[in-house]
């Protein structure tokens, strides 16, 4: 028979263990157990003994539950003996009288002071068989049990048993609520604290419990107690089949569910539910769900970002172009992806068998292990450089290294994350840039769109006064010197867009301006925008302009403070520039050059086309033919002197061609006002040729003219004749109203002289009152010339004869003078043989002095 433990009675606690001076027993009361307190004192009237008791357990220690004092307990537990061959048998014990029976001969309960003779003791078996105890009765008197009485003994123990049972039942369900509470209390500040939530669902009683943390999740007050249906319509109607169908699985399978759902609040707020849940079957029925619940919003959401920006890495890893490796804190490559594999040449397992070191050029290596060194120590988070690797030919790489390190959370150096971007093919390109760029003579350097310097030719370092390397971190503002800073960044957007050449000044590193000519053009490379730009110093050109500039202007001050008129004309014979007094001399021509309006002589007008035809008096040479002869380097200079009359004035001018010896061929036209030497020319000829008075030929043009004269006739076979003219009757005009009366007559007579003859004719003055007509080519025939020159001789001698009349002003007083002057006329013929001046002088005079001596007034001719 199966007994229960001692733990199975602590439903009768309190226990409280009565003191019986014998160690080996532990009677309690039942004071805990009142029902069966009650039941046994009843047992004990209707039985009519002393003492009835129920003795639980397996007896060791005996536990007692009875309405007993502590007397009988005491004699009670005085004889171990019967009471534990009373709770070990399985059937009904009766003994009569104790004290005779020989299974018990030691019995003490007889001769004790209360004096027990009769005992009986039955098994409690509960409903399922287990024995819970003993039912004990005993009498001070010896008496039997009928068979009657024996049968009730074992439906009391029935009772006793069902009376236990209840009391166990209610002791265990109160332990149960009691610990339940007591989990729930536990859960739900569990829960809350770790945000799960409890639920529960009564399949039999259709009830719902949610427990704090899970009433929060739903945004319902603690103890709400929702519906079924009311419960499902926290998901979207997309959702509800899916968690239907775990719950429909479960409930038929038993399959447990775990699911993370989206899920919407009381108050409408989108959240993400973990709803795990599981049935609980009776007989193979399910009578429960139970589950936790739990807003994963938060996680959930992180883990979607991270599982995208894992998979991103993982994507960017593999596929990325540039090399990326995982490398220890020792250098070794502890992931490398297949871009890095083809950089180096290596495939991936050996890679991973070797450390970023070994392929490291010796020459890099010191500064990349300082690097390295100063990011183990945290000095610094990340760091770049430009490195080259060996690959597995042996070839070099150039490359762009970056190189992070990823730490543990607490702090401690995992691995570094390398990222190398290949640029050997670009640092090749650089290199032949560089050179190209180094062989440049002008300052070539390319900018990025902040004006820093990212490539530059040797020659612009040098420009600036700069090393290459100071030269390398320079940013245009550093050198500018004519733009302000805030000028610049718009100024270089520009030029990306607008390429331009202009003139700007550059700040050398020791200070000094240069004057710069810059070409900029904008040039994108790999996507970037860059400015390429070209500056070329111009500082000694700019001198060199300066000086040319003020010798021009000096030369131009000289020029235009030099009277004479100076153009230059270029190889076609256009004006290309003036001076002032040719300026002058355009705008007052007043019709000296009658076709040339001032602006057809001024700048840009061809010279040689608007040259007016000069009058025939001034030069027989061909000005145009002149000047181009000089410009085409014919002839060295040429000069022409003309007239140039306005009619207000009467001007001469010596025109001066000299070639230009710069540049293409041309010629410089200097024009000099030459009428003040013209008209001391003229004035010396005519001191030399005229006489004063009257301006007729003197002695010495006569003489000239004669000569012409003779041999024209020689030549045209002749004849000429000369008259000599002497005034008779002079002097007394002279003597009577001074000389200047006299000289009145002789201008008188001059004019009625020369309208005597032909223009052809010389009339000639050859002393105080003596002239002298030369008459040409009268004609062929020495008569008919003979008769001709007596005509013009009768001619002449008839009008000087007219009288002569003069009004002579003599202070306030005008004095009307007439005066009879005749004159006495020689005439000799020259022939076509040939004829002597002097001879036909001489035979000319002596007829004249024969007229004088025939009285005057008269016409002889010679006689030779
Ligand atoms: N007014 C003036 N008188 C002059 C000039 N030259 C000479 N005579 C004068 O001319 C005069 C010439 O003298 P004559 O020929 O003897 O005078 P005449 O009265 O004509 O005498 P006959 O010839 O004999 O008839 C002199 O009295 C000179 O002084 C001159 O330029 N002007």
């Known amino acids: 028979m199966e007994k229960l433990a001692m733990e199975d009675f602590a439903f009768v606690s309190p226990l409280t263990p009565r003191s019986t001076g014998d160690p080996r027993v532990a009677p309690v009361d ?19 003994v002393t003492a009835a008791w129920v003795a639980f357990s397996d007896g060791t220690p005996p536990c007692f539950a009875a309405p007993l004092d502590t007397a009988t307990v005491a004699v009670l537990t005085s004889d171990v003996a019967l009471l534990s061959h009373a709770c070990s ?6 003994v009569a009288d104790v004290t005779y029976d020989p299974r018990f001969p030691a019995a003490a309960w007889a001769t004790a002071s209360i004096g027990i003779r009769f005992f009986a003791s039955t098994p409690i078996l509960l409903e399922h068989g287990k024995r819970v105890g003993t039912l004990c009765v005993a009498a001070p008197l010896p008496r ?15 009772t006793v048993a069902r009376i236990i049972e209840g009391a166990r039942t209610k002791h265990r369900d109160d332990a149960v609520q009691t610990e339940l509470h007591r989990t729930k209390a536990l859960l739900d500040r569990t829960g809350t604290m770790a945000g799960v939530g409890g639920w529960e669902v009564d399949l039999v009683a259709n009830t719902i419990f949610w427990s704090d943390e899970t009433c929060r999740i739903h945004g319902v007050p603690t103890g709400y107690l929702p519906k079924m249906s009311e419960a499902i319509g926290f998901y979207q109607p997309h959702v509800r089949p899916v968690i239907e169908g775990a719950i429909a699985l479960a409930t038929a399978t038993g399959e447990r569910w775990d699911l993370t759902l ?15 849940g599981t049935a609980e079957f009776d007989v193979g029925k399910p009578v429960r769900l139970v589950g936790a619940f739990q807003d994963i919003t938060e996680r959930h959401l992180a883990e979607v970002a991270l599982t995208i920006s894992e998979s991103q890495f993982r994507a960017s890893f593999e596929a990325a172009s540039h090399g990326i490796a995982l490398v220890s804190t020792t250098g070794k490559f502890l992931k490398v992806n297949q871009s890095l594999c083809n950089m180096y040449g290596y495939n991936e397992a050996e890679l991973l068998d070797i450390d970023f070191q070994t392929l490291t050029h010796p020459d890099d290596l010191a500064l990349d292990l300082h690097h390295v060194d100063e990011l183990l120590r945290g000095a610094i988070d990340t760091y770049e450089m430009e490195k080259r690797y060996f690959n597995k030919d042996g070839r070099t790489i150039w490359a762009q290294l970056s190189v992070s390190l990823v730490r543990s959370p607490d702090g401690a150096p995992v691995h570094f994350v390398s990222q190398i971007q290949d640029f050997t093919e670009m640092k090749n390109l650089t290199v032949r840039l560089q050179t190209l760029l ?32 100071e030269a390398s971190r320079l940013n245009v503002r550093d050198w500018d010197a004519m733009f302000e800073r805030e000028e610049i960044s718009p100024e270089i957007c520009r030029l990306m867009t607008q390429p331009r050449a202009f003139e700007t000044q550059f700040r050398r590193k020791d200070g000094v301006i240069l004057h710069v000519e810059i070409n900029a053009k904008g040039v994108v490379l790999d996507g970037i925008e860059f ?17 040319l500039e003020q010798g021009r202007l000096f030369t131009k001050d000289i020029l235009d403070s030099v009277p004479s008129e100076i153009a230059v004309l270029d190889q076609r014979g256009v004006i290309v520039a003036t001076n002032e007094a040719w300026r002058q001399f355009a705008l007052g021509n007043g019709g000296c050059i009658d076709s040339a309006s001032s602006s057809n002589v001024d700048v840009g007008a061809n010279y040689l086309a608007v040259l007016p035809d000069l009058p025939a008096e001034s030069t027989d040479v061909d000005i145009r033919e002149g000047i181009e002869s000089v410009i085409n380097g014919e002839r060295p200079s040429f000069s022409c002197e003309y007239p140039c009359h306005s009619p207000e004035k009467h001007r001469w001018f010596l025109m001066t061609v000299t070639p230009m010896h710069t540049g293409e061929h041309g010629a410089v036209v200097v024009h000099s006002d030459i009428t003040a030497r013209k008209d001391a020319e003229t004035l010396m000829y005519n001191y030399a040729f005229y006489d ?3 301006m007729l030929a003197n002695r010495r043009l006569l003489q000239e003219r004669l000569n012409m004269m003779i041999a024209g006739n020689e030549r045209d076979g002749t004849y000429g004749a000369l008259l000599v003219i002497d005034l008779d009757n002079f002097k007394p005009l002279n ?3 001074g000389h200047a009366v006299g000289d009145l007559l002789l201008q008188e007579v001059a004019k009625r002289l020369k309208v005597s003859v032909r223009q052809v004719d010389t009339v000639a003055r050859i002393g105080g009152d003596e002239f002298v007509v030369a008459l040409g080519a009268l004609n062929g025939s020495q008569v008919e010339a003979r008769r001709a020159a007596m005509v013009i001789a009768e001619k002449v001698r008839a009008g000087l004869s007219e009288k002569y009349n003069f009004t002579v002003h003599k202070g306030a007083g005008a004095l009307p003078i007439s005066h009879c002057c005749t004159a006495s006329i020689g005439v000799a013929l020259f022939s076509p043989q040939g004829s002597d001046q002097t001879e036909i002088f001489r035979r000319a005079d002596a007829a004249m002095y024969q007229a004088k001596h025939s009285g005057r007034d008269v016409v002889r001719f010679s006689a030779d």
């Open 30 to 48: 039942t004071v805990a157990l009142p029902e069966l307190q009650t039941f046994l004192e009843c047992v004990t009237i209707a039985y009519g």
């Open 89 to 94: 048998s399985e059937s009904q014990l009766v």
């Open 144 to 158: 039997s049990l009928d068979a009657a009485e024996t049968g009730k003994l074992g439906a009391l123990a029935a």
């Open 262 to 276: 989206p899920f919407v609040q009381k108050n409408g707020t989108q959240i993400w539910v973990r709803a795990v």
């Open 438 to 469: 180094d062989t440049a003579s002008d300052g070539i350097h390319i900018l990025d769109r902040d004006g820093n310097v990212k490539q530059f030719s040797q020659s612009f370092a040098v420009l600036l006064g700069y090393t290459a390397e």
């Open 531 to 547: 400015l390429y730009v070209s500056a070329r110093d111009i500082t000694e050109r700019k001198q060199h302009e300066r000086s």
């Open 692 to 694: 004063s008075l009257t």
């Open 735 to 737: 003597d009577q109203y």
